[in-house]
């Protein structure tokens, strides 16, 4: 179940009504909930058929079937197209630091967005 996002609104109620300090709001970013092409076949232990020059590409579509595009990556696995696209699915939104991408954005957000002050390390 998506969490909602807490307005400015909500964070100066938090704060007066029930004295709860906020430190940062972080909205939500698709590159950070995404996940590579190079982590796609770990979950149904699939084979990458092609694709390989888009290994740390993000994942923005899955399509069924047979895909004749040469830069489309093509995932063999074992299970039958829904059960592969179940399992797939289990992996977006559990987000994974392993791509140089991700860890700047994450970065540049709490750059942005964390009250580094507030914590004592401003």
Do not use: C
């Amino acid at each position: 179940m998506p969490r909602p996002e807490v307005s400015s609104t909500s964070q100066k109620w938090f704060r007066e009504r029930l004295g709860v300090s906020i430190f940062a709001s972080l909205p939500k970013e698709k590159l950070l909930l995404s996940v590579s092409v190079r982590e796609l076949p770990e979950g149904p232990g699939g084979e990458m058929l092609s694709g390989h020059d888009a290994l740390d590409d993000p994942v923005e579509t899955l399509i069924v079937g047979l895909a004749e595009e040469r830069r489309v990556p093509i995932i063999l696995t074992r299970y039958d197209a829904l059960k592969s696209i179940r399992i797939i699915e289990n992996f977006f939104g559990k987000t994974r630091f392993q791509q140089q991408k991700k860890v700047e954005q994450f970065v540049g957000l709490l750059d942005r967005r964390l009250n580094f002050d507030a914590l004592g390390i401003g």
